[in-house]
Nanobody, 125 residues
Framework: QVQLVQSGGGLVQAGGSLELSCAAS????????KAWFRQTPGKEREFVAA????????DYADSVKGRFTISRDNAKNTVSLQMNSLKPEDTAVYYC??????????????????WGQGTQVSVSS
């Protein structure tokens, strides 16, 4: 069982930046692929970004490519999402997630077993 605790988020103006972090309870965290998803009311939870367990490969949704950066620090058991040039349409609850042994390109929420508690990101216009 991997427990994930998220931090960061909040309210920012369009064009601003925020960083989300997710800390894991398990040392085996390094063996998991990590991802960020987001969800708005009435919509499905959607993929945002992912990084392989080694950190060698990353994957981004087209809507955030070039603006968001996912990174991980296996020594600290954390995964982060740096969000720049934020837009009002980025407003959502953001979730970190991990999945064991996933290759890059896995974007289905069903493939990720453990989830953080979610954190609100609000971008004003």
């Amino acid at each position: 069982q991997v427990q994930l605790v998220q931090s960061g988020g909040g309210l920012v103006q369009a064009g601003g930046s925020l960083e989300l972090s997710c800390a894991a309870s398990e040392r085996t965290f390094s063996n998991y692929a990590k991802a960020w998803f987001r969800q708005t009311p009435g919509k499905e939870r959607e993929f945002v970004a992912a990084i392989t367990s080694s950190g060698g490969l990353t994957d981004y949704a087209d809507s955030v490519k070039g603006r968001f950066t996912i990174s991980r620090d296996n020594a600290k058991n954390t995964v982060s999402l740096q969000m720049n040039s934020l837009k009002p349409e980025d407003t959502a609850v953001y979730y970190c997630a991990v999945g064991f042994g996933l290759s890059i390109g896995r974007r289905s929420r069903n493939e990720y077993k453990f989830w953080g508690q979610g954190t609100q990101v609000s971008v004003s216009s």
